[in-house]
């Protein structure tokens, strides 16, 4: 099947940039997307971009797309302490559309 | 807030009850969802309705059973589940099969 991955764990400092990465293997996906996921919460969407997009940019957040690769980035500006929590990156294709996601991102930002 | 409601939020069953996690929205969508999410597995897309009719089933024990009386309501029934069925289990919507998922909070169960 399709397969989606990225890394397990990020740390950062309280200011800096945060760079979350991402791959997957489905050539025909259409949607890519970031979720966020708080401690006890649901999954919250972030923000996506078409797959005939290089970037997206929205406020504090830089999404970029490497189509040849196959590989999808999170930049977070300006990183927070309430930016922790998980981070999903998913890709949308397949005859209903659904949506598969990697393993998330634990980011943790420290003081 | 994203306008999918799940209730319970927490569940504790054991392997012999038959309980229902109970999913609403009020979003106008068409298509709505089950995932599950384990530890450190990714997310796994259990069922998938459109219009009230399932497009997607993968693979999942029958166990579970979804249903889907309307367009704002979806439910998953549950009966003699097994304790590595203990898992978030996330509800979502999108407006159709193309457009983006909105999630709900999740039921957090465990087998025991």
């Known amino acids: 099947g399709e397969d989606v991955e990225q890394s397990l764990f990020l740390s950062v400092r309280e200011g800096d940039s945060s760079v979350i990465n991402c791959t997957y293997t489905d050539s025909s996906s259409t949607y890519l997307y970031w979720y966020k996921q708080e401690p006890g919460a649901g999954l919250q969407l972030l923000t996506y971009i078409f797959s005939n997009m290089d970037m997206k940019q929205d406020q504090r957040l830089t999404v970029l797309l490497n189509k040849k690769d196959k590989h999808l980035s999170l930049r977070i500006a300006d990183t927070q302490t309430g930016d922790s929590a998980i981070y999903f990156c998913?890709?949308?294709?397949?005859?209903?559309?659904?949506?598969?996601f990697g393993s998330g991102t634990q980011l943790t930002v420290l003081p | 807030e994203t306008g999918v409601t799940q209730t319970p939020r927490h569940l504790v069953m054991g392997m012999t009850n038959k309980k229902s996690l109970k999913c609403e929205q009020h979003?106008?969508?068409?298509?709505m969802y089950w995932y599950k999410q384990s530890a450190k597995k990714p997310l796994e897309l259990m069922f998938v309705y459109s219009l009230e009719e399932r497009v997607e089933n993968n693979s999942v024990p029958s166990r579970f059973s979804p249903e889907c009386p309307n367009s704002s309501h979806l439910f998953l029934h549950l009966h003699t589940l097994q304790p590595e069925d203990s898992a978030l289990y996330l509800c979502a919507s999108s407006q159709d099969l193309a457009n983006e998922a909105f999630f709900g909070q999740g039921t957090r169960l465990t087998v025991v």
């Open positions: 979003l106008g969508h068409n298509a």
């Open positions: 998913a890709e949308s294709s397949g005859s209903a559309r659904q949506l598969t």
